[in-house]
């Protein structure tokens, strides 16, 4: 039982201290920004590196299918695409959640 929870804390923490590193060193080219700037910048991409990994923990099985995996590298997909093109939290986040939303209704898994 300690095991599991000492592994439960050591991934809390990476995930929300990995992105932290991650944008941090991007911040860190960008000159003349105090260190509370920074922080509070790389909130945005360890809060959605928690959401993410709380959401996909119950989504994937050991034997996956692919109505299960699709959905979700869609969503990281358009996230990636999102940021990587809007240069926003937000609209990464709405990218995220619209690819997400697409891959459902293309495989057929929402109802309608």
Avoid: E, N
């Avoid at 592994?7 to 990995?18: D, Q, Y």
């Avoid at 979700?72 to 240069?87: D, F």
């Avoid at 990218?95 to 209704?105: F, H, I, K, P």
């Amino acid at each position: 039982m300690f095991w599991v929870i000492a592994l439960c804390g050591a991934g809390t923490l990476l995930i929300r201290l990995l992105p932290m590193i991650w944008q941090d060193k991007g911040i860190r080219k960008a000159a003349g920004q105090g260190g509370l700037r920074r922080a509070l910048d790389a909130i945005g991409p360890s809060a959605i590196v928690a959401l993410l990994a709380v959401s996909f923990w119950g989504m994937i099985a050991p034997q996956a299918s692919l109505q299960a995996v699709a959905p979700i590298v869609a969503g990281l997909a358009g996230v990636w695409l999102g940021k990587r093109l809007l240069h926003t939290i937000a609209w990464a986040t709405l990218a995220g959640v619209a690819a997400y939303g697409l891959s459902l209704w293309a495989l057929g898994a929402v109802a309608v």
